[in-house]
Each structure stands twice: as C-alpha cells, then as structure tokens.
C-alpha cells in the first residue's frame, strides 16, 4: 500500500495491482495515493480515515465487493455526499455506466488510461466539489448563526427537564436522532403528508421539547422508582398539557414553524393510532405526524434506556414490542420506516450521532493543482510490464492461440514462440509486408488487408475481429483474428502500436463451446448469469416469438446481515439455498438465473395468467435457513410486442423491485409506468 501524509489524498481501489500503479504513476507528483486491492478493503480504509480523502478512483468489477456495493455503502454511510468517486472500469455499457451515476459516481474514465484525461478530470471533480462545499458552508454558515441561539435554548430547556427527571442526557439527542431517521424515510416513501426535507430539521429540533410539560410534575411522582398509582399516573399525564400551555403563552412566536411544531409535538406525542392515548384521544392521522413520529421515538429511546423502574431492553427485542403491538398502536406506515431504518439508527445511537455533528471542510487546493502531461512510469509498474510480458509468453506457448504484437513508428511485428514455429518465420520480424517468408505463408495481400482494418479504427472503437484464411506448413486453414489497438497523445490519434491473436476455429471450437458454457454460468450457484440470460431470452423469442412471457428481477432482503451476523460462507449457502428453491419452484422452460450479488433473474413463459405462477414462487422463496430468515422483494414486467429488449425489461423490472422494496420489502410488484416517476 503507497500512501504520502504531506499531500492531498486519493484512494484508488483496483484488483489490478498493474491497474492502481498505472494511476499512482499519473497522480503521484500531485497527490498522496493510497492503493486497496479490492472493495472490503477500500470501506475498511473509508471506515477508519475517509475524511482524510479528497477524492476516491474505483474500479467496478473486483472480488469481494464489487465497485457498485462500494457505492451502495457510501450511500448509506453518507460518505458519497462530502466525497466524490470517479469510476474507473473497460465494462463501457450502458446499463454499467447509469448505474454507477445513479448511485453517486460523479464521473467515469475508461482504460486503457489517457494521462491528460486522468489529471483533468480528477483536478476538474476536485474544484467542483471545493466550490460546492464552499457554497454549501456559507448557507450552513449564514442557517446556523440565525438558529444557533434558539437551538441553544432548546437544549437548555430539555436538559433541564433530563435532569429534573433523572433521565440519561441523551435522551433527547436520541429522540431526535430517530425523528431526522424516521422523517427522511417517511418523505422518501410517500407524498401523504405535508412535510419537506426543509421541514426536517425543524421537527428534529422540536422534539426536544417533548416532555418539557414535566418541568411541573412532583419530584416524588417524577422520579418515584415503583410502579405509579391511577391517581399518580392521572398526575403524570397532565404533563403533555402542561407543555402545550407553556408554548401556547408565547404569543409573539405563534406563527414560528418551531413553536407550532413543538406545540403539536408536546400535545399529542402521547396520542395512539388506535385513539386508547392522550390527553385528547385522538386516532389514527387526527394525530399531527411529527407527533406520531416523535411519540414512536421516545418509546423506542425509553425501551432501550435504563430507567429508575427497569434495565434496558436490546434494539431487537425493543423493535420487536412495538412492531408486535406491545407498547400501543403506531402508525403502519411508520412501522414500516421504523423497520427500514433499524440498523442504520442503531449504528447512529450507538455511536452517538448527531444530526449536527461536524462536517469534514475541504481545503482549497484546487487553484495550487497543477498538472504534467508527461507521466514516468515507477520502478514498480515497469517491474509489473515486465510480470506481464513474462506471463504473455508463458501462456502464449501452453495454448493453440497466436499472439502478436505490432509496433506501429518501428514498423517491427513480434510472434509468440507458437506462431513463428507454425509459421516458420522468425518471432521479430522487421517490416513484414517486405519480408518473404510472412507473404509466401499468410499471403500477398494479408499485412495489406490487416493495415486497411486497422486504419478505419477509432479510439471510442479500439477493437477489432474477423476471420481469415492462413497458410500453415502448406495447408489453408481458417484463423479468428482478434486485435486491439493503441494509440498516440496527439490531437489527432493516430495507432501507435497494435497486440492481437490468431484463434485456429477448427482446432478450438470444442474448447471454446465449454469455456462459452463456463462464462454464462455463476460459478457458485450453477445457474445462467446475466450474460446468459440475456442470450437465451433472445433465442427463446426468436423460436417461439408467440409466447408470452414475463421477467421477474428480486433479491434477498437483509442479506447483508446474513454476512455479518453468520460469516461469509453461510452467506453463500443462502444463495445456494435460493437457487435450488428457485429451480424446484420452476418448470423447465423457465429460465432463472443470478445476476450479481444476491440479485437474481427469473424469465417466466406461461399462457394465460401470470398472476398464480409469480405468487407460488415468490412463496416457495421465503423461510428460514437455519436461523435467517429468508424473504425476498421482487418486480415484475410483462412482455409486450413493442418492448421485447432484454436490458429495457430488466430496467423496467429492476424499478418494480426498487418500489416493492420501498413499500416494506418481502412483497413483490408488477411494473407500472407511473412507478417510473
């Protein structure tokens, strides 16, 4: 691992150790560089220091955790929002591309790697992020001085109330720790009630003053450790008024959104959906919705909180009671956000968090970076050529390929050991359309034909194939030619130099059928992946174009916690496990696969009705596995005649899912354009 303490710093993730010195030789003049080798470990490093990083390089296809779970936990770690990610990847589909945006990725190089576009666009992602965290730390800046001393009161007030009552001080930074958690969600979910992400904070902020009513409540009923008597009790409850009245007095700041938020708040945090609270009985959405949130908070806080009158209950079992109904009534729809949000507010509890803690500043280096497009190669990298060349060699002997370079300005074409013997040529050949024995063997016209190909490609294009017919010890023979280019830094590239092979078809077609099955099948599960998936729907309705058909995409809900809790390995016999429910749940002209990760694929062919064959297998799919359980979210897409394109199908299913899981997960969805919205 390189890593310089006196620079800013980039992270580049890549598996390719040949990959990441390429990179570090580029930024290394500029930037202190940290290597990781794959995924698991770039989060072990963004875990433990990420806020020394100015900027992250990430590759996509790594073992472990691929670059897309390496987004997906910076989301939900909201690192990606202080730390920008620049994909780094060959894989130029689409689909791949929109993904890696979707969940945060700020830009995308290719390889092969172009110095000048690497510098520009890391020192361009760096200035962008300076100037919007420059904006963003004035408005912070300019909201913080108007709420600082409002906010200062608040919790002068509130811990007033925690000390009078004998609470823990942290009471309220939980309550509204879970108020900001379970308000995000509740916005994220549904357009049903009339709060905005600017609402948010507000109501966080209110929740502090939930139970300030107690400040006139007797000590000796305050704080009496035994259980309260009827009339004790009817004394404690007056304190939701006694709250209200007090906000209720400040008539100068009626109309403030704090005091309005904080008067329902204080009223009604004690109100149930089913109407058996108080001091109102009130029921169902007559409650205000920060008063059902805050009251779903400070039961959740008080379950996992020593009291005078009991110890403290784990996350689980307090998540448990209220979801069974033990602790009253809540809001469904909250339950749900409650469930959604559990790991995620008791990392932040137990840590402490606040809504408010510090944010990282970046400094300003933007203006100071400078940039050489000339980039010399390291010690380590040249080390890593050579490995390269040596293993090309070595595996270029033990294979029915030929392999070739060709160095354009040098006009010098180099044979592996296999081809010069087959060719009977030397293994450098110094101008070989000139040179004797390469025409008399591939032809007069081969070199010429090759050179004509190669002139009519692109940088965007670097890839070329076709077949051609080769003379070898006398006999015509047919060759796959496959090549891929190079290219000079002019302003107009021009090919620079040019590595390829020579597949002999008839010798290597058995070969490569069995290698062609390996690579559209998942190594763990056996089953297609999506490669091989998208090829067998294609000749599915190619043969049988009048069939119905539909495409169903899930995955396994809370699989991350089958890896955390119980290891890796008894995260892959869940797949395992998945993948046989999967083929016994099917019939033989279905089509399943795994597609990535603890995604997978099914394509269904059926006559009439859809409906009963996606419920039986979305049924079969969910129990336990030893002591997981095991439920999946799903989506669902018709085909129609119009829209018959593997990767739209699969978006479209992919978005079914997103909403199922957005609704509570272990459910699935069939697609409806409306969800695109």
């Not at 359309?433 to 390469?438: C, G, I, M």
């Not at 070329?464 to 002019?490: A, N, P, S």
Request: charged share 30%; hydrophobic share 40%; proline share 3%.
């Amino acid at each position: 691992m390189r890593q310089e303490q006196s620079k800013e710093k980039i992270l580049i993730v890549d598996d390719s150790e040949m990959n990441r010195s390429i990179l570090a030789d580029m930024l290394a003049d500029e930037f202190g560089v940290t290597e990781a080798e794959d995924g698991e470990a770039a989060l072990a490093i963004l875990a433990e220091r990420g806020s020394e990083f100015s900027l992250v390089l990430l590759d996509i296809v790594m073992p472990k955790k691929d670059g897309f779970e390496v987004l997906g936990e910076m989301n939900r770690t909201r690192l990606i929002e202080d730390l920008p990610v620049i994909m780094v990847s060959a894989e130029t589909a689409p689909a791949q591309i929109e993904r890696a945006y979707e969940l945060g990725a700020t830009d995308f190089i290719m390889r092969p790697f172009d110095a000048s576009i690497v510098h520009r666009r890391v020192l361009n992602t760096i200035f962008l992020y300076t100037k919007q965290r420059k904006l963003i730390d004035i408005i912070e800046s300019q909201i913080n001085e108007k709420e600082q001393n409002s906010s200062m009161m608040v919790d002068i007030l509130s811990h007033i109330v925690e000390f009078r009552n004998g609470e823990s001080g942290l009471h309220i930074l939980h309550v509204r720790t879970i108020t900001d958690f379970l308000l995000r969600k509740l916005v994220r979910k549904t357009d049903r009630y009339p709060v905005s992400e600017g609402d948010i904070p507000i109501i966080a902020m209110a929740s502090a003053l939930h139970d300030i009513g107690k400040i006139g409540i007797d000590d000796k009923i305050l704080n009496k450790p035994g259980k309260l008597t009827d009339e004790e009790y009817a004394v404690m409850k007056t304190h939701s008024m006694i709250g209200a009245k007090m906000l209720d007095g400040l008539y100068a700041h009626k109309d403030n959104p704090l005091v309005k938020y904080a008067y329902e708040i204080c009223r009604w945090h004690h109100e149930r959906w089913d109407g058996r609270g108080y001091p109102d009985g009130l029921k169902g959405d007559e409650i205000p919705i920060s008063a059902q949130i805050v009251s779903l908070a400070d039961v959740y806080d008080a379950l996992t909180s020593e009291r005078v009158y009991k110890p403290p209950f784990s996350p689980e079992t307090a998540k448990e009671m209220i979801l069974t109904g033990k602790c009253g009534t809540f809001n469904p729809l909250l339950l749900e956000c409650l469930s959604d949000e559990f790991d995620n507010i008791r990392e932040a509890l137990s840590q402490n968090v606040s809504e408010n803690a510090v944010r990282r500043e970046i400094r300003n280096y933007a203006d100071a970076a400078l940039y050489s497009k000339g980039v010399r190669a390291s010690d380590r990298t040249l080390r890593l050529l050579d490995y390269e060349r040596m293993k090309y060699n070595f595996f270029a002997d033990l294979t029915e390929e030929i392999q070739f370079e060709y160095n354009v300005s040098e006009n010098i074409l180099k044979l592996s050991a296999r081809g010069a013997k087959k060719f009977g040529v030397p293994q450098e050949i110094v101008d070989p359309a000139n040179e004797p024995r390469f025409k008399t063997q591939l032809g007069e016209n081969w070199f010429g034909n090759l050179s004509k190909y190669l002139s009519e490609m692109t940088p965007a294009a670097p890839e070329f194939r076709h077949e051609c017919e080769l003379r070898v010890g006398g006999e015509l023979r047919w060759y796959d030619v496959i090549m891929r280019v190079t290219w000079t830094d002019d302003a107009s590239p021009t090919i620079e130099s040019v590595i390829g092979k020579l597949v002999d078809i008839h010798d290597t077609h058995i070969a490569f059928d069995e290698l062609r099955e390996k690579s559209i099948r998942d190594p763990l599960t056996g089953l297609l992946n999506r490669e091989g998936a998208g090829e067998d729907l294609a000749e599915k309705l190619s043969k049988f174009p009048e069939h119905k058909y539909a495409v169903a995409v899930f995955d396994i809900d809370s699989f991350k916690s089958a890896n955390d809790v119980y290891g890796h390995l008894f995260g892959d016999k869940v797949l395992r496990e998945v993948s046989e429910r999967l083929i016994h749940s099917t019939r033989v002209h279905d089509l399943c696969a795994r597609i990535g990760g603890d995604e997978f694929l099914i394509v269904f062919e059926y006559d009439t009705d859809i409906h009963p064959i996606i419920a039986r297998v979305f049924k079969s799919l969910c129990g336990k596995v030893d002591a997981f359980d095991l439920t999946v979210s799903m989506g669902v897409v018709e085909m129609t005649e119009k829209e018959q394109e593997f990767e739209e199908l699969f978006r479209k299913a992919d978005v079914a899912l997103y909403v199922s899981k957005n609704a509570g997960k272990a459910a699935y969805r069939f697609y409806e354009s409306s969800m695109e919205e």
